[in-house]
């Protein structure tokens, strides 16, 4: 397993079914739209990759704030379904962790629905600890 961070459009188009596992309220071409759109505020994103099959994907920022500093906020992270408990996960998870690093952050954040138990599981042997509650008014 191989992590790369995807710049062309050929490996947009390429991750983008796993990637609609967990943003399914979109389509192929409204969800590379919404990709590049959030590309030019430094949105980023990185896929495990194995015998030419794309197995999880990651989308990410680096910025700060003054709570965290520095940090790789997570705001999308999927492995492929038929592909989950085989190692992709973790094998994304340290590469986010070394790349944050790499970069100058300080922590690693992300959220995750109050539903997604599985998840949640996941992140807890991962390391994360759950350290707050997010709010949000979705209809503005």
């Not at 989950?84 to 922590?107: I, K, P, T």
């Not at 959220?111 to 350290?131: C, P, W």
């Amino acid at each position: 397993m191989r992590v790369y961070i995807a710049g062309t459009e050929q490996e947009l188009k390429r991750i983008a079914p796993v990637l609609l596992e967990l943003r399914d309220h979109y389509d192929t071409e409204s969800l590379l739209v919404r990709i590049r759109q959030q590309q030019r505020d430094g949105y980023q994103l990185a896929f495990v990759e194995e015998n030419g099959e794309v197995l999880a994907v990651a989308g990410f920022v680096i910025t700060s704030k003054l709570a965290w500093g520095r940090h790789l906020y997570v705001d999308d992270l999927v492995t492929a379904a038929e592909r989950r408990s085989r190692g992709a996960g973790h094998c994304l998870m340290n590469w986010l962790r070394q790349y944050a690093v790499d970069n100058g952050c300080e922590q690693l954040h992300l959220d995750s629905g109050v539903q997604r138990f599985r998840a949640h599981r996941f992140y807890l042997r991962e390391g994360f600890d759950i350290n707050g509650h997010h709010f949000a008014i979705t209809e503005l």
